[in-house]
């Protein structure tokens, strides 16, 4: 029909608790996600739902996400050790345990689905560890090229080897890509039919996929910091989009 406007894809991305008095003027609690994340969406022609993380089990997750066309899993502090059997090492930080259980039942139900899903940073581990994988719990002290996060300036933009033949690798259209890191956690043991398609030149694990005919991606890094500026890491924002709309 001459004039119909066909709707931009519903993107879910949850957002994460923050306490009272960190947001200033904001004597009361609040929940927040960078607007980076939905800059890149946006750009790549979504439209964004930010969600308030809550208690959910995975019907409700099922029934939640049956009304998105994709979901994102952005970063934040680390996942629970307890969820992978490890006990927390002393570097661990920012445990949020509504976090855990609201981004792990969208998650599996994101799976379950099919939908498309795009995992950045703590998504990507949320990912793994959700399909049996393991952690990383530190790697900054001997590895010091992946940045530091939640620091001001804490981030390195430094190149990564991308699998040419992987979801990523079509999206991203290169071989190299450089990226901004600032993660002190790492993927270790994959998780179930996850396999890698982007590695550091020091063989930390950059990128993972679920093989299937199921869109889900995870990468390591922050693709937000530089997308508006840098072209390949915009169209990873503009593939996942793409997929979603379809």
Partial sequence: MPGLVVAAPLI???????????????????VAIQSMYVEALQR?????????PRHLDHEEAVAILH????????GGG????????????????GVIALRDEFEFA???????????LLAICRGTQVLN??????????ITDYLPGHGKPGVEGGQNVHPLSVEPESRLGRALGV???????HHHQAVDHLGAGLRVTARDADGTIEAIELDGPAWVTGVQWHPEDTAAVDPVQQSLFDAFVAVARR
């Fill in 12 to 30: 879910a991305l949850p957002a994460y608790p923050m306490v009272a008095g960190r947001v200033d003027g904001w004597a009361d609690p609040a």
């Fill in 44 to 52: 790549a022609g979504a439209q964004e739902a930010v969600l308030g």
């Fill in 67 to 74: 009304r998105f066309d994709g979901l994102v899993l952005p």
């Fill in 78 to 93: 680390d996942v629970n050790p307890s969820r992978y059997g490890q006990d927390a090492a002393p570097e661990t930080y």
């Fill in 106 to 116: 969208l998650c599996s139900a994101a799976l379950e689905l099919s939908l498309p």
């Fill in 129 to 138: 560890v959700a399909l049996g994988g393991t952690l990383r719990q530190h």
């Fill in 175 to 181: 071989e190299t890509a450089r990226c901004s890191c």
